[in-house]
């Protein structure tokens, strides 16, 4: 089964929108893996937004993450990238479809209120520098007969 990692950001947080991030989530038929709620460390931001270093707003990335909580997700499904990008909406709430994350509860796209892996690849290794295997939780719904497929 697909995974994706999922943050909900520090505005996020303050914003008290971490009920809302996953009750939306659930009600796809996404499973949750694993969550932990943490105040993210500086080397933790820079080796997860590595790709985005030397870019204009890079600097400004990494004093948003870390300066606040964040709730640390893991999530499944079939295709579950895409479907919680799809969820989450475009990067620049402004051009996010309405019902997206982004569109209802954003405005600007430096406080967008949640990431998303980009690829099942990065998925997967996003999932490595967040949680320790331990942590993730191999379980079966009642449901997922349901809303899987297969
Ligand atoms: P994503 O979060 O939708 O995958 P990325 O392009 O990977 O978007 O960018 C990572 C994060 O960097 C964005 O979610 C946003 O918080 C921030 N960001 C991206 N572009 C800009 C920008 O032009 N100004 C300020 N922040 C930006
Ligand atoms: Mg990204």
Redesign the pocket.
């Known amino acids: 089964m697909e995974r994706t990692l999922v943050l909900v950001k520090p505005d996020g947080v303050q914003r008290a929108l971490v009920g809302e991030v996953i009750a939306r989530l659930e009600r796809r038929g996404l499973r949750l893996v694993a969550a932990k709620f943490m105040q993210v460390g500086k080397e933790l931001a820079e080796t997860h937004?590595a790709v985005?270093k030397g870019k204009p707003?890079y600097d400004?990335?990494i004093s948003?993450i870390i300066s606040a909580p964040v709730m640390a997700m893991v999530w499944e499904g079939p295709n579950a990238v895409a479907a919680v990008r799809q969820t989450m909406g475009s990067?620049k709430p402004t051009e996010a479809a309405p019902g997206t994350l982004r569109h209802d509860f954003a405005l600007e796209?430096?406080r967008?209120l949640t990431?998303a892996s980009?690829s099942p690849e990065n998925g997967e290794n996003e999932i490595r520098l967040w949680f320790k295997k331990e942590e993730l939780v191999e379980w079966k719904r009642e449901v997922d007969k349901w809303v899987f497929e297969k």
């Open positions: 937004y985005h707003f400004g990335l948003y990067t796209v430096g967008n990431h980009d």
